[in-house]
Nanobody, 120 residues
Framework: QVRLVESGGGLVQAGGSLRLSCAASGRIFSINVMGWYRQAPGKQRELVATITSGFLTNYGDSVKGRFTISRDNAKNTVYLQMNSLKPNDTAVYYC??????????????WGQGTQVTVSS
């Protein structure tokens, strides 16, 4: 099994910054795509950003130019630097990963989520 553990959420004022981290551990051979999604109350989960093992990135339209995703392949960790935060960025942020397990099977995992609250 693989576990994803997120950290770095919290309360911040509008215009501020936060950095989220997500570390994967367990029976990992390699990780292909890692990413962040978010879900606000009453809304569907939406893409924030993804990054491949080769560091190709993709962003949701609402965060382009403000958020930056990065990863450390040696640590199986993905980061999300969030700048110029807005109240409508308030949501639970979830990490996910497409993992090649040590038995060479493919699995998709989610973290437990971390709350980000932006006050106006």
């Amino acid at each position: 099994q693989v576990r994803l553990v997120e950290s770095g959420g919290g309360l911040v004022q509008a215009g501020g910054s936060l950095r989220l981290s997500c570390a994967a551990s367990g029976r990992i051979f390699s990780i292909n795509v890692m990413g962040w999604y978010r879900q606000a109350p009453g809304k569907q989960r939406e893409l924030v950003a993804t990054i491949t093992s080769g560091f190709l990135t993709n962003y949701g339209d609402s965060v382009k130019g403000r958020f930056t995703i990065s990863r450390d392949n040696a640590k199986n960790t993905v980061y999300l630097q969030m700048n110029s935060l807005k109240p409508n960025d308030t949501a639970v942020y979830y990490c996910n990963a497409d993992v090649v397990n040590t038995d060479f099977s493919d699995s998709h995992y989610w973290g437990q989520g971390t709350q980000v609250t932006v006050s106006s």
